[in-house]
Antibody, heavy 118, light 112 residues
Framework: QTLLQESGPGLVKPSETLSLTCSVFGYSITSGYHWGWIRQTPGKGLEWIGSNHQGRTSYYNPSLESRVTISVDTTKNQLSLRLTSVTAADTAVYYC???????????WGQGTQVTVSS | QTVVTQEPSFSVSPGGTVTLTCGLRSGSVSTAYYPSWYQQTPGQAPRTLIHNTNARSFGVPDRFSGSILGSKAALTITGAQADDESDYYCALYLSGGAPHWVFGGGTKLTVL
C-alpha cells in the first residue's frame, strides 16, 4: 500500500519561500507514475501546482511556473515543493498525490495547511 | 489558459439521479483528456471516484458512473444517498506541449 505524508511549516511570511516535503511509503518514486502537488485555497477548488514523472522530469502549472520548483530526493524517497515570493493568495491546503496509468490522481496525502501571514 | 467548467451547485432528492458535467470554456471534452472525478467532504482529502472517463476506482459503488455526454464529461449518481452530499471535482489531463492537469471549480451537491 502506497502512503503519502506531507510535512513542512504551517506559517510562512509574505515574500518568503514555502517549502514542503512529501514522504512516500510503500513505493519507490523512481519506479513509475507522476507525483504531484495540488493545493486548495480556502473555500475554493483544487489547483494542480506541478508534478514530477518517475523522479525525472518536472512539469508546472503555467500560472505558477516562474515561482515553483518540484524535485525528488531518491535517497529519501521524498517529493519536495518550493514556492518562492509567496503572498496571502498562496494560503492553502497543500496535497501531494500520485497518479495512475491513465493520469488520474488516485493516491492522496492527508494535506497540510500553509498560511502566509506576517 | 484552459478553463474547466462545472456547475457550481446541484441538488438531488434521496434515491434520485443526478448528472454533473465537466466542460471546457473553449472546445469539447473527449476521452483524450482522460477525465477523472473526485469527491471531497469538508476537512478531508479528495477521494478518486472515476478515472479515464468511466473506470470506477477500487471500492467506489456502482451507483457512480462516468461518461462523455455531448461535449462534456459527466458523472452520474444513480440512487443518491445522504452521504453523497459532497463537493465533486473533475480534472482533465492536457498533453499538448508539457503535460499538465486542470481541475474544474467543483460542484457542491446537496441531497435533500
Amino acid at each position: 500500500q502506497t502512503l503519502l505524508q506531507e510535512s513542512g511549516p504551517g506559517l510562512v511570511k509574505p515574500s518568503e519561500t514555502l517549502s514542503l516535503t512529501c514522504s512516500v511509503f510503500g513505493y519507490s518514486i523512481t519506479s513509475g507514475y507522476h507525483w504531484g502537488w495540488i493545493r486548495q485555497t480556502p473555500g475554493k477548488g483544487l489547483e494542480w501546482i506541478g508534478s514530477n514523472h518517475q523522479g525525472r522530469t518536472s512539469y508546472y502549472n503555467p500560472s505558477l511556473e516562474s515561482r515553483v520548483t518540484i524535485s525528488v530526493d531518491t535517497t529519501k524517497n521524498q517529493l519536495s515543493l518550493r514556492l518562492t515570493s509567496v503572498t496571502a493568495a498562496d494560503t492553502a491546503v497543500y496535497y501531494c498525490a500520485r497518479d495512475y496509468d491513465d493520469y488520474a490522481w488516485v493516491i492522496w496525502g492527508q494535506g497540510t495547511q500553509v498560511t502566509v501571514s506576517s | 489558459q484552459t478553463v474547466v467548467t462545472q456547475e457550481p451547485s446541484f441538488s438531488v432528492s434521496p434515491g434520485g439521479t443526478v448528472t454533473l458535467t465537466c466542460g471546457l470554456r473553449s472546445g469539447s471534452v473527449s476521452t483524450a483528456y482522460y477525465p477523472s472525478w473526485y469527491q471531497q467532504t469538508p476537512g478531508q482529502a479528495p477521494r478518486t471516484l472515476i478515472h479515464n472517463t468511466n473506470a470506477r476506482s477500487f471500492g467506489v459503488p456502482d451507483r457512480f458512473s462516468g461518461s462523455i455526454l455531448g461535449s462534456k464529461a459527466a458523472l452520474t449518481i444513480t440512487g443518491a444517498q445522504a452521504d453523497d452530499e459532497s463537493d465533486y471535482y473533475c480534472a482533465l489531463y492536457l498533453s499538448g506541449g508539457a503535460p499538465h492537469w486542470v481541475f474544474g471549480g467543483g460542484t457542491k451537491l446537496t441531497v435533500l
